[in-house]
């Protein structure tokens, strides 16, 4: 969790995706919750339907292959779907 809050600490534009399982139908206090953690981190929330992690990286151009400018690392958080091409 600490790695968690020092990464988010540190991120200039934190994008919080969440897929299809997940609405306040089915967990009302896991949105709160996601939606609370984001304004904290100055973040965005994108709700998706579908293959969450496919379609958000191609919306968001990394569907490919891409070239660090500069940055020494990159953290991405997936979901529980597994990883697909878009």
Known sequence: MHTLVATLQQAKKPVFIYGERLSPKTSAQ???????????????VSSIKGGANSLVAALYGL?????????????AALGDEAPARA
Do not use: I
Not at 32 to 42: C, G, I, M, N, Q
Not at 63 to 75: I, P
């Open 30 to 44: 896991a949105v709160k919750a996601l939606l609370e953690v984001a304004r904290l981190a100055h973040g965005t």
């Open 63 to 75: 569907e490919g292959s891409f070239t660090l400018n500069g940055q020494q690392s990159v953290y």
